[in-house]
């Protein structure tokens, strides 16, 4: 069976501080997809990253990284220097590479960046 | 191109009334999903669709719910008769599965049955 954990249900963090998001998943196949998705107070989901399993690198973009640990089943996600813009909760989804294509998702993150 | 476009954005009914959601998905896309968030239980999948094909409506709650995708440019989410369970945030997602296969969002239609 596929699962995505977000065991942090709410983070707060003052402007300009790092904060780090986790996302643990679990799942049996070999080829499979990670995402991120935003979702800010106005409700809609904006896509953030997707990452497959056989790419560990991990990634920049901005003030946003991405950190991809197969050995974990982590696929967490840091945000730099945060701004009270990057308040939304955040979600990490599972998909798979064949068969079926739906996407699992966690039960997000709500982060709170306080000025 | 505009993205996954829903409609209506909200939409207030009293129980018992037929409520329709609609969806056109982003020119191209082969993959059509329609999730439901609720505070309970987060973003569940209620039906995907691939080449206008129904394959997985493992997740449609109950017979009240039915969903169609007549053609390549739209998609219909219907539930007959509503109730106020039903009261959540309906999502239309399209992906391009060979190429891309992050799943694009509507914003969404926030349903309220009373």
């Known amino acids: 069976a596929q699962k995505v954990t977000q065991a942090q249900t709410e983070i707060s963090v003052v402007e300009k501080e790092d904060v780090t998001l986790d996302c643990v998943y679990e799942t049996r196949d070999t080829t499979y997809y990670l995402f991120w998705y935003k979702q800010p107070p106005s409700g809609e989901l904006v896509f953030l990253i997707r990452r497959n399993s056989f790419d560990e690198q991990n990634e920049i973009s901005g003030r946003y990284s991405w950190n991809f640990q197969k050995s974990t089943s982590s696929f967490n996600f840091t945000i730099t220097a945060s701004q009270v813009v990057d308040s939304a909760v955040y979600f990490c989804?599972?998909?798979?590479?064949?068969?079926?294509?739906?996407?699992?998702f966690g039960t997000g993150t709500r982060l709170k960046v306080l000025a | 191109d505009a993205g996954v476009i829903q409609s209506p954005r909200h939409e207030v009914t009293e129980m018992g009334q037929e409520v329709t959601l609609r969806c056109k998905p982003i020119s191209g896309h082969d993959y059509l999903f329609w999730y439901r968030q609720t505070m309970m239980r987060g973003l569940e999948l209620l039906i995907y669709f691939n080449n206008n094909v129904p394959i997985d409506d493992s997740g449609m709650p109950e017979d009240r719910f039915s969903a169609k995708m007549p053609n390549a440019s739209f998609s219909t989410l219907k539930i007959q008769p509503s109730e106020p369970r039903d009261s959540a945030v309906y999502f239309c997602?399209?992906?391009?599965?060979?190429?891309?296969?992050?799943?694009?969002f509507g914003q969404g239609t926030r349903l309220t049955v009373v």
């Open positions: 989804a599972l998909s798979r590479d064949s068969g079926t294509y739906k996407y699992i």
């Open positions: 997602a399209s992906s391009l599965q060979s190429v891309n296969r992050e799943a694009f």
